[in-house]
């Protein structure tokens, strides 16, 4: 506990002060409180080797023919026999376990994220979008964003203050390490990335940009106490302004759009940056910011709009795409720092959310961010705009514009960034879309977990699609153990897998559809329970392979087996993440080229869908996929219904 309190309030710094919250407030939000369980919260275990064995054999028999499992059985149990392979390097992890909080946190670092070369937007980065707000004029646009920007210092200084409630998930506390991003950057590196964090007392600033423009601004003064508070919201609405009017054109150079690169690449555009000095000054006050608003500029879609009515499905997926990946370089891809730990969008036009780099923390933790300024800004009467400063305005300094010098190199590598960037942009296929036939009400009302129906409806889709399952990918939240993370819930059962075969076959009964789905619901709680318990098998085996590759040893056959390829190429890539009280979705982009992504936010009454897929690929349609998936859940409704009324009738 003392490590991440060491990093979280940056006791060497100045004290800060307690942000200004609506009434009430000040019960949920006591200092001191944040890390109040951490010493109670146990290592991650090391599950039993013929446990994971056994659990990837079954996970891996509904994905391959009666040959392939045979053969792979052969090589799981040649793994696993007394005294082999597999013993030795399950010995040698027990030993790791010993010596660290978490066995998997230093390699999960290194592995999924910081040597992951392929570019951070669509790739790595998840984003949100907020409920679409009209914005009228430039004042309501700015006054909106001074909001949001003043909601995200106030959550950072409770984290800083350590004043955010312990997580409780099932009477257990939750580690709650994630939630130190703040002023926390991605840095390229050759082959592998580092991240940089900045103590409080170095980070009184975040960065606006606006038209591909930077601007520092400090959002945190020095008071006449000596503690570190926020400055005023006059100050911060009158920055704002001065902010539009400094960058009313594009950049002819927008340095952010480099941040869109191939990890490699994007290292090397910035080491040739570093060659000069004022290139090193403003990449040093980026990297050191708290967190990045980006100003954009409306899309035209948006911009007719006047009113909430108007506003469909189709609007909201504009609005993804822009929080995704800012829509391509001629709209707002180049107004962005994709390294930036959290990044806020506002658009002219009131489309909106936040970008999130995803290396150090899971959407539930990371995302607290959004619901907690949402509910600071529209669900108390409570004006953070209307709070009164005395601070005198004369130690409050302006917002400073960031400079460079482009060198030819320099900007051959930013047309490059946009021409790549452009490209990734047009294979993004991302739809939104809003299922209003029944939420998470439905399921519970016949005792089914909302999560396993809604899981088990991709399971159709996609077989209704494509005649088979796939290896598919669930989030599991691993934070009942210290730095805990995720392992991965497998959604492709053998019963889901009986479950869909069924559901397709014409002379199945009512009576039989609606068991097989109970079944299969039933087998995917069990399957996550069993992951955020730590005793699944994919994050496991991982570490089993990398312990042979740090001690150099030959990598196991069970690896290079192509059922473990298959297994591991998740073509159906989700994410559950409630968000209760309000009307916003994360998203991501799918992670192999032949594969969707998929996160869902199921609410009472509806369940809010993201679905994207490469529009490079013959094989995948994102909006087919909707489509499908609309129809898998209208027909388990259907079924359960049917036969709820048999069974009511009998």
């Given at each position: 506990?003392?490590?991440?309190?060491a990093l979280?309030?940056?006791a060497r710094g100045?004290?800060l002060?307690?942000?200004?919250l609506?009434?009430?407030w000040?019960?949920?939000?006591?200092p001191?409180?944040?890390?109040?369980?951490?010493?109670s919260?146990?290592?991650?275990?090391?599950?039993p080797?013929?446990?994971t064995l056994?659990?990837y054999?079954?996970?891996?028999?509904?994905?391959?023919?009666e040959?392939?499992?045979?053969?792979?059985?052969?090589?799981?149990e040649?793994?696993?026999?007394?005294?082999?392979v597999?013993?030795?390097?399950q010995q040698?992890?027990?030993?790791?376990?010993?010596?660290c909080d978490n066995?998997l946190?230093?390699?999960w670092?290194?592995?999924a994220?910081?040597g992951?070369r392929?570019?951070?937007?669509v790739?790595?980065s998840?984003?949100?979008s907020y409920?679409?707000q009209?914005?009228?004029?430039?004042e309501?646009y700015?006054?909106?964003?001074a909001?949001?920007?003043?909601g995200?210092v106030?959550?950072?200084?409770?984290?800083l203050t350590e004043?955010?409630?312990?997580?409780?998930?099932?009477?257990?506390?939750?580690c709650?390490?994630?939630?130190n991003?703040?002023s926390?950057c991605?840095?390229?590196?050759?082959?592998?990335?580092?991240?940089?964090?900045?103590?409080?007392?170095e980070s009184?600033?975040?960065?606006?940009?606006?038209n591909?423009h930077?601007f520092k601004?400090n959002?945190?003064?020095?008071?006449p106490n000596?503690e570190?508070a926020?400055c005023?919201p006059?100050h911060?609405?009158?920055?704002?302004h001065?902010?539009l009017k400094?960058?009313p054109?594009?950049?002819?150079?927008?340095?952010?759009?480099?941040?869109?690169e191939?990890?490699?690449?994007w290292?090397?555009?910035?080491?040739?940056?570093?060659?000069?000095t004022?290139?090193?000054?403003?990449?040093?006050?980026?990297?050191?910011?708290?967190f990045?608003?980006?100003?954009?500029?409306?899309?035209?879609?948006i911009?007719?709009?006047?009113?909430?009515?108007?506003?469909s499905d189709?609007?909201?997926t504009?609005?993804?795409?822009r929080?995704?990946?800012?829509?391509?370089?001629?709209?707002?891809?180049?107004?962005?720092?994709?390294?930036?730990?959290s990044?806020?969008?506002l658009?002219?036009?009131g489309?909106?959310?936040a970008?999130?780099e995803?290396?150090?923390?899971?959407?539930?933790s990371?995302?607290?961010?959004?619901?907690?300024?949402?509910d600071?800004?529209?669900?108390t009467?409570?004006?953070?705009?209307?709070?009164?400063?005395?601070?005198?305005p004369?130690?409050?300094q302006?917002?400073?514009?960031?400079?460079?010098?482009i060198?030819?190199?320099?900007a051959?590598d930013?047309?490059?960034?946009?021409?790549n960037?452009?490209?990734?942009?047009?294979?993004?296929?991302?739809?939104?879309?809003t299922?209003?036939?029944?939420?998470?009400?439905?399921?519970?009302?016949?005792k089914?977990?909302?999560?396993?129906f809604?899981?088990?409806?991709?399971?159709?889709?996609?077989y209704k699609?494509?005649?088979?399952?796939?290896?598919?990918?669930e989030?599991g939240?691993?934070?009942r153990?210290?730095f805990?993370?995720?392992?991965?819930?497998?959604?492709?059962?053998n019963?889901?897998?009986?479950?869909?075969?069924?559901?397709?076959?014409?002379?199945?009964?009512?009576d039989?559809?609606?068991?097989?789905l109970?079944?299969?619901?039933k087998?995917?709680?069990?399957?996550?329970?069993?992951?955020?318990s730590?005793?699944?098998?994919?994050?496991?085996l991982?570490?089993?392979?990398?312990?042979?590759v740090?001690?150099g040893?030959?990598?196991p056959?069970?690896?290079?087996?192509p059922?473990?390829?298959?297994?591991v190429?998740f073509?159906?890539s989700?994410?559950?993440i409630?968000?209760?009280?309000?009307n916003?979705i994360?998203?991501?982009?799918?992670v192999?080229e032949?594969?969707?992504g998929?996160?869902y936010?199921?609410?009472e009454?509806?369940v809010?869908?993201?679905?994207s897929?490469?529009r490079?690929c013959?094989?995948?349609?994102s909006?087919?996929?909707?489509?499908?998936?609309?129809?898998?859940?209208?027909?388990?409704?259907?079924?359960m219904?049917a036969?709820?009324g048999?069974?009511?009738k009998?």
């Open positions: 506990m003392s490590s991440l309190r979280a309030s940056q100045p004290k002060q307690f942000p200004a609506p009434p009430g000040e019960k949920k939000y006591k001191g409180e944040m890390y109040r369980h951490q010493n919260i146990p290592k991650l275990p090391v599950p080797l013929q446990q056994q659990k054999l079954t996970s891996v028999q509904p994905l391959l023919t040959e392939e499992f045979q053969k792979t059985k052969a090589i799981v040649e793994f696993g026999r007394p005294g082999g597999g013993e030795m390097l040698k992890l027990l030993r790791r376990a010993k010596l066995w946190t230093e390699w670092l290194r592995v994220y910081l992951f392929l570019p951070n937007p790739n790595v998840p984003a949100i409920p679409w009209p914005m009228g004029d430039t309501t700015i006054k909106t964003a909001r949001h920007l003043l995200t106030k959550w950072n200084l409770l984290i004043s955010l409630s312990p997580d409780i998930y099932r009477r257990r506390p939750l709650m390490s994630q939630y991003g703040y926390r991605r840095i390229p590196g050759p082959a592998v990335d580092t991240l940089r964090r900045t103590p409080i007392h009184r600033h975040m960065v606006v940009v606006h591909g930077f601004l959002v945190l003064y020095e008071a000596g570190l926020v005023p006059t911060i609405v009158h920055q704002l001065n902010i400094a960058a054109e594009p950049a002819e150079y927008p340095v952010g759009i480099l941040t869109s191939h990890r490699d690449t290292f090397h555009a910035r080491e040739r940056l570093l060659k000069d004022t290139n090193s000054i403003s990449l040093d006050v980026i990297e050191r910011a708290q990045v608003l980006c100003l954009d500029r409306p899309h035209p879609q911009s007719s709009l006047s009113k909430l009515s108007q506003f189709n609007h909201s504009v609005v993804a795409n929080c995704l990946h800012g829509n391509g370089s001629q709209y707002n891809s180049a107004n962005r720092w994709f390294d930036s730990y990044q806020v969008v658009g002219e036009d489309g909106g959310g970008i999130m995803h290396t150090t923390a899971e959407g539930p990371a995302f607290a961010t959004n619901r907690f300024v949402l600071l800004l529209y669900r009467p409570h004006d953070v705009l209307a709070e009164h400063s005395a601070v005198e004369s130690i409050l302006p917002a400073e514009k960031l400079e460079w010098n060198s030819p190199e320099s051959r930013i047309d490059t960034a946009k021409r960037f452009d490209s990734l942009v047009a294979d993004t296929d991302l739809e939104m879309f299922f209003t036939e029944f939420g998470k009400n439905f399921p519970k009302s016949i089914l977990s909302p999560d396993g809604i899981q088990n409806a991709i399971q159709l889709a996609y699609l494509y005649g088979k399952l796939t290896a598919t990918y989030s939240g691993t934070r153990f210290k805990g993370r995720t392992d991965v819930i497998r959604s492709s059962t019963a889901a897998l009986a479950f869909v075969k069924t559901m397709c076959e014409p002379n199945a009964s009512i039989e559809k609606a068991n097989l109970v079944t299969a619901v087998a995917h709680s069990d399957y996550t329970n069993d992951a955020i730590g005793q699944v098998f994919d994050r496991h991982l570490g089993l392979k990398l312990v042979a740090e001690n040893l030959e990598i056959e069970l690896y290079n087996d059922t473990y390829a298959k297994s190429h073509c159906l989700t994410s559950q409630p968000i209760p009280g309000h916003i994360p998203f991501f982009g799918a192999v032949d594969g969707y998929l996160s936010n199921p609410q009454t509806q809010l869908f993201s679905v897929s490469c490079q013959p094989h995948t349609d909006q087919l996929f909707v489509s499908m998936l609309v129809k898998s859940m209208r027909e388990m409704h259907d079924v219904m036969a709820k048999t069974k009511s009998l």
